[in-house]
């Protein structure tokens, strides 16, 4: 599976940019998805899930309430709307695919997409 993440930029605090991560391969619904993000000098951080068919959504008490993750498996797609954005979510943002469904918020995926930088600006 290869994955293209794509929506980032630069985007004032308060902004709803949507992020979109595209995948190759025709068994897309298989994969249970991730959005992950990692900001200059600290680790890769969990910030959403959702399981292959859809029916489950996982989020990160930090973005819970702001962020939706959601997917369309007829266009191999998983987004991740993002509103009420802060400054302290300035990251680059990686969409992750995997076959297990357990423990979703870990880093434990098969394939990462390439990251789209999100700036916000205060």
């Known amino acids: 599976v290869q994955l293209q993440a794509s929506g980032g930029g630069l985007v004032q605090a308060g902004g709803s940019p949507r992020l979109s991560c595209a995948a190759s391969g025709r068994t897309f619904s298989r994969y249970h998805m991730g959005w992950f993000r990692q900001a200059p000098g600290k680790e890769r951080e969990f910030v959403a899930a959702?399981?292959?068919?859809?029916?489950?959504?996982y989020y990160a008490d930090s973005v819970n309430g702001r962020f939706t993750i959601s997917r369309v498996n007829a266009k191999n797609t998983v987004y991740l709307q993002m509103v009420s954005l802060k400054p302290e979510d300035t990251a680059v943002y990686f969409c992750a695919a995997r076959t297990n469904p357990y423990g979703l918020a870990n880093l434990s995926y098969d394939y990462w997409g390439q990251g789209t930088q999100v700036t916000v600006s205060s």
């Open positions: 959702i399981t292959g068919n859809g029916g489950s959504t």
